[in-house]
Structure formats: C-alpha cells, structure tokens
C-alpha cells in the first residue's frame, strides 16, 4: 500500500508545486496495459499505477530509479527498468516524452529538476514522498532531507540526482541514493541507473552501469 509517509512534513498548496505527498486515492490503473492516464498530464506526485498492494509477496518489490535523463532515454536505460514495479526520476527529466515513456512501464515518482521548465514540468513537485512496500521514500533533485519522513522503525530513503555521480550508501539508518545520470555521457562518466528491492519493509540498492553510446 502507499500511503504518505511523512511524520511531520505536510501537503504544500497545488499553486506553490514545491512538496507533494502521495495518497493511494491518486493512483489508477496498471502499468503496461493500456491503463487510464498513462499519457496524462501529472498528478501531484507525477503518481499513476497500481498500488504495491498489487505485487505478490513472495518476491520483492522493485523500484527502478534514474535522473538527469535531459530529454534522452537510451534503449538499454529502458531496458534495465523493465519489469520493476516502480519507477523513481530524481529530476532534470528534460521533456515530458521521458515521462510518458516511463509510466508506460510501470507507475512513476517525478519531481522538477533545475532544468526542468514550462507547464508541464511547473505540474511537478520539487520534492514527493511516497511509501512503497513499508518504506518511505523522499525524492528531490538537489540533496532533500528527510524532514521527520517515516514512522519510528521505518525503512526511509532519500533519493537525489544533479550531481550526474552514482552512490548508495546507509547513514543514520537511512539510505541516501543518487543513482547518477541516465542520460547523455558526460565528463567521461558512465550512465548508470538504480534499483532498489524492498522486501519486508528492508530495501537493497543495486547501481547498473548502461552500455552503449
């Protein structure tokens, strides 16, 4: 079930776009199966998809995760995020094809990133929250913070992008996560894209570097 995860954090008003949570009342339809809204403007929390109530419990729940697209979904990106049941993008989508694209595999987490403009990327948040399979996890492009997010014993993860450099590691108990840049190679860095499995509320990172060019 997803539900908003925050302890403390509240709804930021639909004309600001600065912090969105989650509700399962904003989520129809399933992934990969003509659903409704597959290729509709975004909700609060650019959610659309079933709830993780809908994938069965003897496997874990897997999240794919990715940022810094800027307009550029490789085929091998698109091919390591098959068969996940969620997807994450951390920010600088680049256009809202990438988008469509995404929610065409499963349902989608977006929020904007600094090079994110026009209206549809003004329907984003900066900032979204959201429970999948038993843990919170807060999404931002540049270096969100936990703010309260999650209840007491509570798997919580941060995810951020921007910095176009993959990394995973525990502080606190909390996972932070930048699963790098899926986009167009840079600096000589690879492209690389995330997955995270939840199982019984406990999450495992993995960072996938894509071939090709």
Same mark, same amino acid.
């Given at each position: 079930m997803r539900t908003a995860c925050s302890t403390t954090a509240s709804q930021a008003a639909p004309s600001t776009r600065t912090e969105a949570t989650v509700t399962d009342e904003r989520m129809t339809g399933r992934p990969g199966r003509g659903r409704p809204g597959a290729d509709s403007p975004a909700t609060d929390a650019s959610v659309i998809g079933a709830s993780a109530a809908d994938v069965p419990r003897s496997r874990p729940f897997v999240v794919g995760v990715l940022s810094d697209t800027h307009g550029h979904l490789h085929p091998d990106v698109l091919k !390591?995020?098959?068969?996940?049941? !969620?997807?994450? !993008?951390? @920010?600088?989508i680049g256009t809202p094809e990438v988008?469509?694209?995404?929610?065409?595999?499963?349902?989608?987490?977006?929020?904007? @990133?600094?090079?994110?403009? %026009? @209206?549809?990327?003004?329907?984003?948040?900066? &900032?979204?929250?959201?429970e999948l399979a038993e843990a919170c996890v807060v999404v931002g492009h540049v270096a969100p913070r936990r703010d309260g997010a999650g209840r007491p014993g509570q798997t919580v993860v941060v995810i951020a992008g921007h910095s176009h450099i993959a990394a995973a590691e525990w502080r606190d108990g909390v996972?932070?996560?930048?699963? %790098?840049?899926? @986009?167009?190679? &840079?600096?000589? &860095?690879?492209?690389?894209?995330?997955r995270i499995e939840i199982s019984a509320g406990r999450a495992s990172p993995h960072i996938i570097t894509v071939d090709g060019d």
């Amino acid at each position: 079930m997803r539900t908003a995860c925050s302890t403390t954090a509240s709804q930021a008003a639909p004309s600001t776009r600065t912090e969105a949570t989650v509700t399962d009342e904003r989520m129809t339809g399933r992934p990969g199966r003509g659903r409704p809204g597959a290729d509709s403007p975004a909700t609060d929390a650019s959610v659309i998809g079933a709830s993780a109530a809908d994938v069965p419990r003897s496997r874990p729940f897997v999240v794919g995760v990715l940022s810094d697209t800027h307009g550029h979904l490789h085929p091998d990106v698109l091919k !390591h995020l098959e068969g996940v049941d !969620h997807i994450v !993008h951390a @920010g600088d989508i680049g256009t809202p094809e990438v988008l469509r694209a995404l929610r065409r595999i499963a349902p989608v987490t977006a929020v904007r @990133g600094n090079v994110d403009a %026009g @209206g549809w990327a003004d329907a984003l948040p900066s &900032r979204a929250q959201v429970e999948l399979a038993e843990a919170c996890v807060v999404v931002g492009h540049v270096a969100p913070r936990r703010d309260g997010a999650g209840r007491p014993g509570q798997t919580v993860v941060v995810i951020a992008g921007h910095s176009h450099i993959a990394a995973a590691e525990w502080r606190d108990g909390v996972l932070y996560l930048n699963p %790098g840049s899926a @986009g167009p190679r &840079r600096w000589g &860095r690879p492209r690389t894209v995330a997955r995270i499995e939840i199982s019984a509320g406990r999450a495992s990172p993995h960072i996938i570097t894509v071939d090709g060019d």
